[in-house]
């Protein structure tokens, strides 16, 4: 039977496919057609994709909060685990599972090949339930 834990990285799996799904989905593929400046592109994506956050995962263990662009080339997702304090974390766990999920979908999905194609580094950031921080994860064309 799994548990809270083994929850918490089955969550990783269901928010990054839904948000890195939507991402693209939502924005469409004309906006990263005519990138004049990735910085200003990935501005106007997380402002969309924001209109539509905060948004649960179907396991209701976690939450992706916001989705920020940040200098050179990055963009900065924001979850909240539900339910977990920083405390009750498998830091070095968390990170290793979160990172390899993340670099295998950022590697492998097709919804990813634009990011890719403009060199577009993904920063997760997982919070606990009182918003205290408890790891990031990045992903980008060093990953490749």
């Not at 916001?66 to 979850?79: C, E, F, R």
């Not at 979160?98 to 590697?107: E, I, L, S, W």
């Not at 634009?114 to 790891?135: C, E, K, M, P, W």
């Amino acid at each position: 039977m799994p548990t809270k834990k083994t929850s918490i990285f089955a969550t990783i799996i269901t928010v990054l496919a839904v948000v890195f799904g939507s991402f693209v989905v939502r924005v469409g593929h004309a906006v990263f057609d005519k990138p004049a400046n990735v910085d200003e592109l990935l501005v106007q994506v997380s402002n969309e994709v924001n209109k539509k956050l905060p948004m649960m995962a179907a396991d209701n263990l976690s939450r992706l909060d916001g989705v920020y662009a940040a200098p050179n080339k990055a963009m900065i997702y924001k979850y909240t685990l539900l339910g977990v304090s920083s405390t009750d974390v498998d830091k070095g766990k968390f990170v290793s599972v979160a990172r390899q999920k993340a670099v295998d979908f950022y590697k492998t999905s097709p919804s990813m090949s634009r990011l890719r194609a403009l060199s577009v580094t993904l920063r997760h950031q997982y919070f606990d339930q009182n918003g205290l921080f408890i790891i990031e994860v990045a992903v980008g064309p060093n990953d490749l």
